[in-house]
């Protein structure tokens, strides 16, 4: 039997609980798209090279971090309304 509990708040949930909820959290780099041209070419070279000499040492899991993480929580009725309250921890309640 699975049993589900609260990623917040640790209450045990059922599977079909009408009292489960998922929430879903997706980090990503907020930098948009490069946008190069043939002026830009002998020196895009380069800094490309750059960048890949950087990658090759880098730490794979900090590459990632800095790039796209998502998470999935289970979580109970009490915390899902105070996670759409307050999406981010720290906010003053108003």
């Known amino acids: 039997m699975i049993r589900h509990e609260c990623d917040r708040c640790g209450t045990a949930m059922g599977v079909n609980d009408a009292n489960r909820f998922i929430v879903k959290l997706e980090v990503f780099a907020a930098a948009g798209h490069l946008d190069l041209t043939l002026d830009d070419s002998e020196d ?32 109970c009725d009490n915390c899902r309304k105070d996670i759409i309250a307050y999406p981010l921890p720290g906010q003053p309640k108003t």
């Open 44 to 75: 895009a070279s380069g800094q490309l090279h750059d960048v890949i000499e950087r990658l090759r040492s880098a730490d794979p899991d900090e590459i990632e971090d800095k790039t796209y993480r998502s998470f999935r929580f289970d979580v």
